[in-house]
């Protein structure tokens, strides 16, 4: 994820202080992993030095905590591009899972019992965010289903594997 | 054979179901403790059904051992299982199943009539079950009225009615759309924790397995616990 770009666009809505930009970006979108105050300052430093934010006030004290930041029109501009650009989708090709099927298949150990394990793993994970969208707001459940869809995803593709196990035996042993 | 897991309130070992030469069931295990929603997955035709049905004491096993609170279901009378299945075990289904002529209030009612419950009492119980399973704006409604989410939620409330200490739910979400199923899911395991009922739960979605508390995957008819997959 783009911190810059986020932080600019919780900007858009008012100048605010480093702090203050923090809080909301961990409210909103750093549940799991909350920024640290020296990326934050690193960043709008960045920002500042390419002119899509400005000082709007500073606080007597000193010390960078002390600046309230505001979003210019080329700030505002850059968003805008951000957000209509589309996201590359993921390729997913490069799985370490399916290396992991192949040698396994291919030294002779068990592919049934790898995929069972990492199945099993998977649904885990999948009760953890179940039982967090279950306990949290709209926000929360939308950020779990994302995840529980991706990791459906993995688990319908451990299904089919396991289902083709002995041709893909067959095959990478040729 | 190995027996009953201490303090589980169904289990089953060694099953053995033959259909013909179908192999339905072959050696499957399992168990479940009281308040405790246990997901059966599995591809289709894996023998998910068979293993509930056997489990209800609504289809024989050839072989193997079901025992419901330390009672052995195979060496009941007909009679015994079914008072079992009417008094002790709740259904939903694929497709609600719902009677068509009667409204959904009478349906959820049902279960208690058809156990001599006077009416009012019963659809007295029947609104209450309807509550927690959002639906009871629907009581006046017959089921071809209402929508497939709102069907299979009143299906639900009437499993549920009785006082079950087993619910069987064979993809109860099956024929609804994700946001429907997720509703569904949600309200059922809400209505089950809170009577502390034990839930057996049948499906191949796993979105729908990861609101259980364990789950074991059927495979050509033979059972995998997945605790033990790790
Ligand atoms: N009543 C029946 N008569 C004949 N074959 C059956 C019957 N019920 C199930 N089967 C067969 O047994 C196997 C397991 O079926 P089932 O338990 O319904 O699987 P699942 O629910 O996992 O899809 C399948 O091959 C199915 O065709
Ligand atoms: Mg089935």
Redesign the interface.
Same mark, same amino acid.
């Not at chain 1, 199945?119 to 649904?123: I, N, Q, V, Y």
């Given at each position: 994820m783009s911190i810059g770009h986020t932080l600019l666009g919780l900007l858009e809505a008012g100048p605010r202080h480093g702090y203050d930009l923090k809080r909301a970006f961990d409210e909103k979108f750093g549940h799991d992993r909350p920024l640290a105050y020296g990326q934050v300052y690193s960043t709008m430093s960045r920002l500042l030095k390419n002119g899509l934010v400005e000082v709007d006030g500073i606080e007597p004290g000193g010390g960078p905590e002390r600046k309230r930041y505001a979003i210019t029109d080329a700030g505002v501009t850059d968003v805008e591009t951000w957000l209509s650009q589309p996201e590359k989708p993921e390729p997913y090709l490069q799985s370490t899972l399916y290396t992991k099927v192949v040698l396994a298949l291919l030294t002779g150990r068990s592919a049934q /019992?790898l995929l /069972?394990?990492q %199945? &099993? !793993?998977?649904?885990r994970l999948?009760?953890i965010?179940?039982t967090r969208k %279950?306990k949290g707001d709209l926000a929360d459940q939308l950020v779990c289903d994302h995840a $529980?869809?991706h $990791? !459906?995803a993995d688990? %319908?593709w451990l !299904?089919l594997a &396991? &289902?083709r196990l002995d041709q893909l035996a067959k095959e990478v042993r040729r | 054979m190995t027996h009953a897991p201490a303090g589980s309130l169904l289990a089953a070992t060694g099953l053995h179901k033959a259909y013909g030469p179908t192999k339905a069931l072959d050696g499957a295990d399992f168990s479940v403790h009281p308040g405790e929603v246990v997901a059966v997955m599995g591809p289709s035709g894996s023998g998910k059904s068979t293993l509930l049905h056997c489990l209800a004491g609504i289809v024989p096993p050839d072989s193997g051992s079901v025992t419901y609170a330390g009672r052995e279901l195979t060496a009941m009378s007909d009679a015994e299982r079914s008072a079992l299945r009417r008094t002790e075990f709740g259904f939903v289904f694929q497709f609600g199943q719902l009677v068509p002529e009667l409204t959904c209030v009478e349906n959820v009612a049902l279960p208690l009539r058809l156990a001599g419950v006077r009416r009012k009492e019963a659809e007295h119980t029947a609104l209450a079950w309807m509550e927690k399973l959002q639906v009871e704006d629907l009581a006046g409604q017959r089921p071809g009225e209402v929508s497939g989410g709102q069907g299979q939620r009143v299906a639900v409330a009437r499993s549920l009615v009785t006082g079950p200490r087993v619910l069987f739910a064979d993809e109860p979400t099956g024929a609804l759309d994700s946001l429907n199923g997720e509703l569904v899911m949600q309200l059922l395991t809400e209505a089950a924790r809170s009577t502390n009922a034990a839930v057996v739960l049948v499906t191949h979605e796993t979105r729908v397995a990861a609101w259980s508390d364990r789950e074991i995957v059927v495979r050509d008819g033979r059972s995998r616990d997945m605790e033990r997959a790790i």
């Open positions: /019992d /069972d394990g %199945r &099993a !793993e998977h649904l999948m009760r965010l179940t %279950r $529980l869809f $990791l !459906e688990l %319908r !299904e &396991a &289902a | -």
